[in-house]
Structures are given as structure tokens and as C-alpha cells.
């Protein structure tokens, strides 16, 4: 009968400890759910806010492109000149002298010319650049509260949302 009665009284013991343990977590439940309700509440009236207000974001975009290329050029140019070029130098002529030897004798030129030409420059070059271009700008996003695209998705938002708080249930009192 001893036996009996310590399994009698363990069994009651981890009834008790069971009872106990059911309590706490439905306790910690019902605090969970109350926030939760509460978060939902608090999404549901902001998403009302945007509705009535609209969205107004400034959106910072900082980016670098890298951008790499080949440019083909092939020209025919004809630049026409017209001008004087002077000319002031002094040449070294050679003069053979005969019986008297080779010597050199200096000739002084001071003088200028008048040019009237076209050149004609062929170009036929490819050249290529690799550089980077950094674009660092703000873009200003502003969604009307009545564009389509603003009150369809936020009509599927508000829906879930109820939806999610209808299965949460009531607050407690």
C-alpha cells in the first residue's frame, strides 16, 4: 500500500506541474495575441493615414557606371591655309674653290613667304576610353491617394490586414 500511495502522490504532483505549466503558456498566449492585435491595429490606422494622405519619398540614388568603348573615326578634312611664313635663317653652302681648296661659306635668308593652299588630312583611327561616371541624384517619388496603382495595392494590404486582425481575435477587457 506504501507504494501505492507515492505513485498516487507523484502522479498527483505532475498533474499539478502540468496544470501549471498549461496556465503559464496560456497566459504567455493571450499576452502575444494582445500585441499583436494591438501591432495590427496600430498598421491598420497608418495604412488609413496613407490613404488619406498620399506618399511623398525622396529616394538618394548614388551609383558609378563604368562605361568602356571604341569611337571609329574616318574623316577626309581639307583645312584651307592662308598666311606669310618668314623665314630667318642662315644656310652653309659648300663651295669648291678649285685650286684654292673647299670651304663653307654662311648665306644669311631674311625673308617670308606668302601661302595659299589647302591640305588635305586623311583620318582613319579608332580610339578608345574607359572611364567611370559617378551619378549621385535625389528622386522624388509622390504617390496621389487617388492613383490606381496606389489604391489597388493598398485595398489588398487593408483587406489582409483585417483579415489577419479578425482572426486574432478580440482585445481583452
Known amino acids: 500500500m506504501g507504494p501505492l500511495r507515492f505513485l498516487v502522490g507523484l502522479a498527483l504532483i505532475l498533474s499539478l506541474a502540468s496544470l501549471a505549466l498549461s496556465g503559464y503558456l496560456i497566459y504567455s498566449y493571450m499576452s502575444i495575441r494582445q500585441s499583436a492585435a494591438e501591432m495590427l491595429d496600430s498598421a491598420i490606422l497608418a495604412l488609413e493615414d496613407l490613404l488619406d494622405e498620399g506618399l511623398y519619398y525622396e529616394y538618394g540614388f548614388e551609383q558609378t557606371f563604368p562605361i568602356s568603348s571604341e ?3 574616318q574623316e577626309d578634312l581639307v583645312f584651307p591655309f592662308q ?16 685650286v684654292l681648296g673647299r670651304f663653307t661659306l654662311d648665306v644669311p635668308i631674311s625673308t617670308s613667304v606668302y601661302i595659299d593652299a589647302e591640305v ?14 559617378p551619378v549621385s541624384m535625389t528622386i522624388p517619388i509622390d504617390l496621389d491617394p487617388g492613383d490606381p496603382a496606389l489604391q489597388g495595392f493598398t485595398d489588398g494590404l487593408r483587406q489582409w490586414l483585417l483579415e489577419l486582425r479578425r482572426s486574432v481575435g478580440p482585445l481583452a477587457p
Open 71 to 73: 569611337v571609329p573615326v
Open 83 to 98: 598666311g606669310t611664313i618668314p623665314i630667318n635663317t642662315t644656310i652653309q653652302v659648300p663651295i669648291d674653290a678649285g
Open 120 to 133: 588635305p588630312v586623311r583620318i582613319d583611327e579608332t580610339f578608345e576610353f574607359s572611364t567611370t561616371i
